[in-house]
């Protein structure tokens, strides 16, 4: 089945453009942009840790190794599409132009932390696997219902293609025509179940065969072409001829979440040479160095730039106001049921709050 599928690059990990079709997209103006936005959310993503280290957010979940994948799709949307993120794509969110502040509210348990800015239709993080994939079949069912050219993008791992929701969500967007793209960030692992002990098919792409739409397998890694692949597919849904699934195929260094330990279930040697080997940042770095553009000083700058972003928002989050213990009884349901009423009352005369 793989020969099927085989894995599409544009450009290979020293930096050589290996697609000749897709030449003309690989400009130094575009590897600056989706290098230096590649730069600001892995600043993100390892001074989250930090805070999570030091008790300053709650459990957190990590993407880095999976930038390219992120920051590709982000930059291909047009502003009035919806996104629909899981825990680990606040690094696409981000860079789709949710505030920071919120995305670190968030990881501090925030409900406030799922709001988008206005007009922003970014959907709170799915942490229940794959229930995200129906939701984004019927928005963008609605968009086209509605006569407009928004498109939608999921995004899911490789674990969630084996839940029901995700085989529900194909079909129904496939019958419906819904203008979607299915972005599947195969990082190889679901916690600690590796795909090998997950599926009996040799890709994931493979799976839209059974949709009839057309399913496309990616080096996740290489930032151009999950942008050429992502485009392609927004233009398809725009144009009224459906949904696409997107295999990218990419790894994650670090452990799942902060909660957990992957030198428990994988040899870390393997993160270790992924990092030389596949990274998405040191691929563009070697392009610029082929082209003589590599500027260690524009580096160091960016950098800079990043760190000083994502300083500001921790500063934002942590001079939020103190959060209302009864906000998490609220929202369970449009009218709470006695049920949650008395909940919430036992609770806050526990812990000693007016209702
Ligand atoms: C419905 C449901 N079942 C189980 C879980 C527990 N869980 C959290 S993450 C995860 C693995 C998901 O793996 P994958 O889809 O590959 O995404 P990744 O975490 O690798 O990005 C599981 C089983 C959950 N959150 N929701
Ligand atoms: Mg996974």
Redesign the pocket.
Known sequence: MEKHFPIFQVMDQNGNIVSEEHKDLVTAERVKKFYSEMVRIRTLDRKSISLQRQGRIGTY?P?EG?EASQVGTALALQSDDWMFP????HGAAMVFGHSLRNILLFWNGRNEGCVPPDGKKIFPPA?????QIPHAAGAAFAEKQKGTKNAAICY????????G?FHEGLNFASVFKSPVVYF????????S?P?SK?MNSATIAQKALAYDIPGVRIDGNDIFAVFAETEKALERARNGEGPTLIEALTW?YGS??TADDASKYRDQGESALKRMETDPLLRLERWLKNEGLYDEAWMKEIEEQAAAEVDGAVQEMEKFPKADPAVIFDYVFEKPTWTIEKQKREYLELIGCEA
């Open positions: 979940a993407f999976q899981t825990y680990r794509d942490i229940p696997i794959a229930t899911f791992g490789d674990g969630a293609t084996s839940e929701d599947c960030q195969n990082n190889q692992y679901a916690i179940v795909i997950q994650r799942h979440t």
